[in-house]
Every structure is written in C-alpha cells, then in structure tokens.
C-alpha cells in the first residue's frame, strides 16, 4: 500500500538513523509531498535558525501517490529554509527519484545535522546506510550520478545530487536528479552543500499494492486520453515549454535588459523550431523525454551543434532557460541559451536565478553603478554573449570579485554593491523573479508577490487567465470544489476578481504537490486539465483513503498555511521590499515599452494592487496584516502548532 | 496469423509506463521488477530500449526446460509457461539470450510476456506507439518501408548537395 511508505530521520551529524510509519491521522491532515514537509519544517526547525547550519533540517519525498497507477506521479520535493531567502526553501522536479524512493520503502526524508566528510544517504529496500562521498565530491551533476551507480555496482539506481554549485555554497544551487530535474529555487542545493551531503541515492524493488488496480487502471487511461487531448500538451510533447515562448514574446511578457523593457526583440533564433534545425544530431519528432510515468513527455533532447561545447548531451533547454540566458541578458542566440542551460545543468545552479542576476548586473554595469574594476575586466554590457557564459562559470566557483558577490544572491549582493543597486533588483522575499514581466498582468504579478516562496510562477500563477476563457467557463473553473460568487473577469489586464483566481490556484497547485504529480497535469496551462474532483478519484482507487474534493481542498488550504507560519515566524511582513508580499517600485514606476496595444504604456496600479492583496488575506483567512486570524487556524486544525505528529 | 510486439525504440521517451501497466495489470502492484517488460536506460545519451519477450519459435527456455512447463501457443503466439508443471529451477532466467524471462523472488515464481492474452496493456498505454502490437509477417514491411523513407530523404540531400556544387 503506498500508505504504508514511512518517514525516516537521518542526522548527519551523528549518523542517527530513526524510521516511523506516517499515522493515517497526518495522512489525512497533509497527505504527503510538500504540504507534509511544510509540517515537517516548522516542525523541525527552531525560529531563526540558520539556514546553513547543522540545524536547518532538508526534507526530501514523493507525494502520495508516488509510483501508483496515477499519473505522471514522478515528483520530488525538498524542502528546508532557504539560504536564500532566509524564509521558505521548496523545489520540486521530475525525473525518476521519487518513484524510486517509494519503491525503496519511503515517502519522507528528515535530514538534519552536518557530516564530518563528503557524504552520500544510500536507501535500499527499507535499509539506510550513509557512504563515503569523498570521491565523488567536485563532480558534475550527471557524473556524480554515474559514479555512485558504480560505487553501488546498480545501474539502476536513482540519485538526487547538488552539483559544484552547491558544494560552492552558490545561494542558488540546485538539486538534480537526471541530465537536467532540477530542484531549482530557494538553494536547496546549497542546503545539501552546507551539509556535506554529495547525495541521497535510492533503489528499490518493494511491492506498492495498488488499492483497486482495474479501476485505477481504467482511470490512468482516461487520465491519460484526456491530457494528450489537450492541444497545449500535444504541442508542449513536440517541443519542450519553449513553444510558449513566441506568444509571451509577441505579447509583451518577457523581461528585457533586466526589467528595461518587455518583448526580447530578433529573438527568432532561440524558438524551438530553430533549435530543432540546428540540433541535427538528437533533435527531431522522437527525440523528446518524459518523467516516470507520463505521456506528455515535454523534455527535448540536444546536442551543442558547435564551439568549444560541442557534441556534450542534455536536456532541454526550457522556457526558463530561453528567458534567463536570452532574453533577460538580451542574448537571444541559440548557442549561447544551450550552452547556458548545459552549464547550469552541470553545476546544478537555479537557470532563473542565475540569469535575472547577470542581467541585474549587467543594467548597474550600464549605469555606472559597478566598475570593470569589480568585473575584473569584464565587458559586462547587455548582448554581450560570452559575458553571460563567463559569468555563470564565475559564479559556480566564486570566481573573481562580482561572481562570488553574485553567488550570495540579490539582497547580500545589493548590500555589498550598495548605491541603489537595490532598486533595481527584481526581486520578492529576496529570490529574483523568472523572465517572465507581470506589469500587463495584474493576476500574475498579484501571483509572485505573494508567493510562499518569493517571485515564483509554479505557487499560485493563474495563467490560463491569458486565454480570455468566457464567463462560464471561469466559473465552472473557479467555483469548485468550493462555492464563489464573487466577480470574475475574463481580462487579463483587470484586476476584478484575480484574488480568488490567485488564492483557487495556489490551493490547486498544493494539491497536486501533496498528490506528487505534475502541474501540467492540472489546471496550469490547460484550463481543460483535471483538478480536485479528479483527485479524489484517483487518490481513493490507488491508496484506498476515502476523501471528498473539498476535503483535498482543505488539505491544500492547511499546506499553505503551515508554509504561511513558517515565513512568518522568520520575519515575513506585509510590505517589507526584502521579506514581504511586495513588488519593486519599476512595476508601478515604468510603464511597458514594448507588446501588443494593450500592453504597451501599463503599470501596475498600486492602490488597486494593494487592494487585490487585501482581498486574497481576506479569501486565505488572515488579517489585513497578514497575520492569519485565530478562526482560520482552528477551522485548518492548526491552532497548536508546533503540534509535533511525526 | 498471430500478432507480435513490435518495439520501435527511436519513438521510447523513456517514461516506464509500460512497466507501471504492466505491472499492475497483472499483478495489482506497482513494482517494475514485476514488470515483463522493462526499458533499458542510457541517460547520458538520451537512449531508453524497451525489453520484452520475443516469443521465439525455438525458444530456448522451452528447449531448457526439465519438465516441459514451457510451450508455444500458436494461436496467440506465444510462449507459456505451465505454473502447475514448473518447478521454478530458474533454467529458462539463465538462457534466455534477451533477459526477457524472469524469477519474481517475492512469489518465488518465474515469470515473463503473455502479451496479455491478446491484448497487451503496455501498447494500449503507449500513445508513441513505441511499443505496437501487429501482424508478425507485417514488423517487416514496417520496418522496410521506414528504411526506404530514410534512403529516399539521404537521396534528396545528397541531390541538394549536388545542386549546390
């Protein structure tokens, strides 16, 4: 039964080792993936600790629903307090790892302390041992994974690395698993790094005895028939996110030149399509990749067709890759986003965080603000294409004054830089913000400013409300599983009713981070895609746990609102411009330069944005400070957290 | 004529659906090592070959076989095994040239492909059709006619080539 799968606690510091069954009463309550770790880490963690610390604790899991005949049930995720940010740490990535973990006997992972040399946690079928990682200290992401198949002798092994970046104690590192999941946000990575914690590798052949297989069965397949009908699937299975690069571009919706403008202009090398003539050894109609389990198979394959890189093998490159070493730097040459997306790949390093930084830096460097002193030479004006390779090789190690500055992220950086450098830093709760310009979308811009984890898309974006769907349509949508009457807009320029999208949303993705599935299996990119209803389904056929949609619902609420208590136990404020729900002042400040006609001139409204985030604490249950009130916590059954269940 | 699994493994995308189906579908479990059929990764090359059991006619785990548990249906064209006959010595696991056969060490039982009585549930599964289920004098045509469409493109290119000279 996958409710049999437990938890266990590995100190490193100690080499402790504890499993425990996860009670049916926390199953219930959080189900498992990231709305448990959320209950984990405050529950785990003291207030202020430090997020490199032996004390900071790494939560690693699958969702419940790993491994079963659900779909597309291949999601990680890891959790701790980010390095970063110094508030919520989460990532969360596909591939193979946490079927594997599963299969091995666990769905949970409390990693806590620091070991005294290069480590690896090595679990198989139940047993736990922790490994001599001293040889494979200072390997690139893939050969790490390939060194510790050998020292184990299994090929089949799945492991979830840091790469040099992590090991570096890059704010930012990533942690990966495959040629290219990445764990990407919030420097889960250099939690592992600070750690010396190389890896935690898995294999598994334990049965997961599906509850009712026939139906199960009947329902992936119906599962699986109505997600491959979706057109935005089809087209996302022939090449990759990038396909949705061209129409965000045309609109108006990518950060230019740090935030100067919003559209990348003679950006046409860079689509998909290009990528597939040039990539002529491994691109073409097959050569497309997919996690455990999961027919849109989204990744594309390629091969750098030349320069100093060519013929190396990877994954990708993704929308975010496309934006962060292409459009931000304004770079948009095919070349340079392969080899950026390699190299991030290889080092384990956040491709977002990493390309909004240089991009930063290269607008102070315009502007006079940092000198070719502090880039030691650097010529480190936009378009410049080496510059962005060279920096993001500069960050990994450290590497001269402005890499090891960048390496520490955008706050610290902006301390040291100092003379408003900070001003233009787009940023939220102290993590940059992807490529992507909410300044002509006020849902979305609502979105990364109140994100749990700071400027993010994958929290609580509502971005189908770029589709203008029509009124019954969003209401079918938005006023289930829970009823809402409120005003709706089909507009993606309003700011009508985008709190309760925000707020249905970020309970929607909770939800499929508990389930571990994947978000291009709900309601993401495809407003046809199944949610809550689904769910409930697929969670009763497989795991045999009998819950209704608003039940998940309330589940996804509770998720929330634990990462909620966390954030604001370590210092999260309404407006505070390092640790609040609050936008930098260019998203009311500069108006759109570029995009179509609707786009071009808008701004943020503040005193509409200020009372869109008055209306979204009024729907999630917290006070106009952001405090949540004392019915909300007792309604969600946190009223006496810490409440230590597991 | 019975059909037989045709693998075309330049279409694999490597997600183990199948094993997940197949698994399941006979077993009621998750457990790739369930599974009878199995995709064989070379991620750093981006290579993922699905494995099954090519119901051979002189199927050497039949020929190996000491109680003759083993036998060909030719009707579904398959190989079989005879679980009131077997005596799980593991004989056909240690010849069978494509690791198709298997020794399931929880029910202590050999097992492999009975491509599900006719209709396998990894080739339902599979929307690339990776994995496809047709006539067995038809694999050939299949595959012919997919090497005639690469000879004819190589001609073009060469021709453009030419043109270009």
């Not at chain 1, 799968?5 to 993936?33: C, H, N, S, W």
């Not at chain 1, 006997?105 to 047993?127: C, D, M, S, W």
């Not at chain 1, 092994?157 to 590192?173: D, F, I, M, Q, T």
């Not at chain 2, 690791?99 to 549930?121: E, T």
């Amino acid at each position: 039964m996958p409710l049999n799968r437990k938890i266990a606690y590995i100190d490193l510091t100690t080499g402790d080792i504890q499993t425990k069954p996860i009670p049916l009463e926390v199953r219930k309550k959080f189900l498992g993936g990231r709305g448990l770790d959320a209950y984990l880490l405050y529950n785990h963690t003291k207030k202020g600790c430090d997020p490199l610390g032996p004390e900071n604790a790494l939560m690693i899991s699958g969702g419940i629903l790993a491994a079963t005949c659900a779909s597309a049930t291949a999601r990680t995720h890891v959790m701790a307090k980010s390095p970063l940010t110094g508030l919520l740490g989460s990532a969360n990535m596909g591939g193979f790892f946490a079927p594997e973990l599963a299969w091995a006997g666990f769905h949970h992972l409390v990693i806590t302390g620091k070991a005294e040399h290069p480590v690896y946690i090595y679990i198989h079928n139940g047993e736990i041992q922790i490994r001599d990682a001293r040889d494979i200290w200072g390997k690139m992401v893939p050969d790490a994974q390939w060194a510790i198949r050998e020292d184990l002798g299994d090929e089949e092994v799945k492991s979830l690395v840091c790469g040099p970046a992590g090991e570096n104690l890059v704010r930012y590192a990533n942690v990966m698993t495959g040629i290219k999941n990445s764990g990407g946000r919030t420097g889960m990575g250099c939690v592992m790094g600070s750690k010396n914690l190389k890896a935690v590798a898995a294999r598994g052949t334990m049965d997961i005895k599906i509850a009712r297989p026939d139906e199960a069965l009947e329902y992936n397949k119906r599962f699986i028939d109505q997600i491959i009908s979706a057109k935005v699937n089809q087209t996302q299975g022939a090449l990759g996110t990038p396909f949705i690069w061209g129409a965000t571009n045309s609109w108006g919706g990518i950060r230019c030149r740090n935030f100067q403008y919003n559209q990348c202009e003679y950006a046409d090398d860079i689509e998909p399509e290009r990528i597939d003539e040039i990539c002529t050894d491994t691109m073409g109609p097959y050569h497309m990749t997919g996690c455990y389990g999961c027919q849109v198979h989204c990744r594309a394959q390629y091969k750098i067709p030349e320069g100093p890189y060519a013929g190396k093998y990877d994954e990708g490159p993704e929308y975010t890759s496309q934006g962060a070493f292409g459009g931000e730097t304004d770079t948009p040459r095919a070349l340079t986003v392969l080899v950026g997306n390699h190299l991030v790949d290889q080092y384990g390093m956040d491709n977002l965080e990493t390309g909004s930084l240089i991009s930063w830096a290269m607008e102070l460097y315009e502007l006079g603000i940092i000198t070719s002193k502090q880039t030691d030479g650097l010529d480190l004006r936009f378009g410049n294409d080496e510059a962005v390779i060279e920096m993001i090789k500069r960050i990994c190690y450290r590497k001269g004054w402005l890499g090891d500055t960048l390496a520490d992220g955008g706050i610290p950086a902006s301390k040291k830089i100092g003379k408003k450098s900070f001003d233009y830093l787009i940023q939220v709760k102290g993590m940059s913000n992807l490529h992507s310009d909410e300044r002509a979308t006020p849902g979305l811009a609502l979105n990364i400013a109140t994100a749990s984890r700071g400027s993010d898309h994958l929290r609580s974006r509502p971005a189908i409300d770029l589709y203008h769907l029509p009124q019954d349509v969003l209401r079918k949508i938005y006023g289930s599983p829970v009823p809402y009457d409120g005003p709706l807009s089909s507009e993606h320029t309003e700011y009508i009713g985008k709190p309760w999208q925000v707020f249905w949303h970020e309970n929607c993705y909770m939800g499929v981070d508990c389930l571990g599935i994947c978000k291009y299996h709900t309601t993401f990119l495809g407003a046809t895609l199944p949610n809550f209803e689904d769910w409930s389904k697929v969670l009763y056929y497989n795991t045999g746990l009998e819950m209704t949609p608003e039940e998940i619902w309330q589940v996804a609420r509770r998720g929330n609102m634990v990462e909620r208590l966390f954030n604001l136990r370590e210092g999260l404020t309404r407006e505070d411009l390092e640790k609040g729900d609050m936008l930098n002042h260019r998203y009311f400040e500069e108006p759109c330069r570029r995009g179509a006609i609707d786009v071009v001139g808008r701004v943020i409204d503040k005193e509409k944005f200020i009372k869109m985030i008055d209306e979204l604490y009024e729907h999630k249950g917290l006070d106009q400070d952001g405090m949540p009130k004392p019915e909300t916590l007792k309604s969600l059954g946190l009223d006496k957290e810490p409440s230590h269940l597991l | 004529m019975a059909k037989a699994l045709y693998i075309d493994y330049q279409k694999c995308t490597g997600c183990r659906l199948c094993e997940l189906v197949c698994a399941v579908s006979h077993d009621g479990i998750s457990n790739p090592a369930r599974s009878r059929i199995r995709v064989m990764k070379w991620e750093a090359e981006g290579l993922y070959i699905p494995m099954s059991c090519q119901q051979c006619q002189d199927a050497p785990c039949m020929n190996v076989c000491p109680v003759k548990a083993i036998s060909r249906d030719e009707q579904l064209g398959r190989v079989s095994v005879d679980y009131d006959v077997c005596i799980g010595c593991r004989s056909c696991v240690g010849v069978c040239p494509f690791g198709a056969m298997s020794f399931n060490a929880i029910d202590k039982q050999v097992f492999k492909c009975d491509l599900c009585d006719g209709d396998p549930q990894c080739v339902r599964f599979c929307e690339e059709k990776a994995v496809d289920f047709i006539e067995t004098d038809e694999v050939a045509t299949h595959k012919r006619r997919n090497a005639a469409e690469r000879v004819s493109a190589a001609g073009k290119e060469a021709a453009a080539l030419e043109s270009q000279i």
